[in-house]
Nanobody, 120 residues
Framework: QVQLVESGGGLVQAGGSLRLSCAAS????????MAWFRHVPGKEREFVAA????????HYLTSVRGRFTISRDNAKNTVSLQMNSLKPEDTAVYYC?????????????WGQGTQVTVSS
């Protein structure tokens, strides 16, 4: 079991940056692949980025590749999402998620979400 708490959301102008953090409690954090998803009301939840448990391999949504960077610190049980060159279309509630093992599995642990709003 792992509990996830996100922080770092807020309001930023287009072109600006935000850093989201996710603190995980529970055991064996290093064995969990971690990901960020986002959701806009009326739309499907969207995968944003993931980082594997075994070798910190990363995977990104095409539209954020080169602008967003996911990273993890297993010593601190945290995963972060550095978001640069933000666009109004990045506005959403961002969720941290975890799954034991491979990052290609369905994520089954979720945080409560943090709002990111990008103004034009």
């Amino acid at each position: 079991q792992v509990q996830l708490v996100e922080s770092g959301g807020g309001l930023v102008q287009a072109g600006g940056s935000l850093r989201l953090s996710c603190a995980a409690s529970g055991r064996a954090f290093s064995r969990y692949s971690m990901a960020w998803f986002r959701h806009v009301p009326g739309k499907e939840r969207e995968f944003v980025a993931a980082i594997s448990w075994s070798d910190s391999r990363t995977h990104y949504l095409t539209s954020v590749r080169g602008r967003f960077t996911i990273s993890r610190d297993n010593a601190k049980n945290t995963v972060s999402l550095q978001m640069n060159s933000l666009k109004p279309e990045d506005t959403a509630v961002y969720y941290c998620a975890a799954v034991l093992g491979a990052m290609t599995q369905e994520y089954n642990y979720w945080g409560q979400g943090t709002q990111v709003t990008v103004s034009s």
